[in-house]
């Protein structure tokens, strides 16, 4: 399996950086749902995602996410 990308620089780089882009299935094991409630999320703003070439990244993390989540229930 591959890592997720992270955001390094040369002078900021360490091993536990967090990952800046998920592919959708491994975004989907830390936010479970259905494939089509992660698109229409998608369409309605609430994760954002970019493509490179054919692979569809997240850059919303998931943590974001759920508390996003958190202050629409509230």
């Not at 592919?23 to 970019?50: L, Q």
Request: aromatic share 8%.
């Amino acid at each position: 399996m591959e890592k997720p990308l992270s955001a390094n620089t040369e002078s900021s780089f360490q091993e536990d950086d967090a990952p800046v882009a998920w592919r959708v299935k491994d975004w989907r094991r830390k936010v479970p749902m259905a494939h089509s409630t992660f698109y229409e999320e998608c369409k309605a703003g609430r994760i954002e995602t970019v493509k490179r070439g054919t692979t569809t990244l997240v850059t919303t993390p998931p943590k974001a996410y759920i508390a996003a989540l958190r202050d629409i229930a509230a």
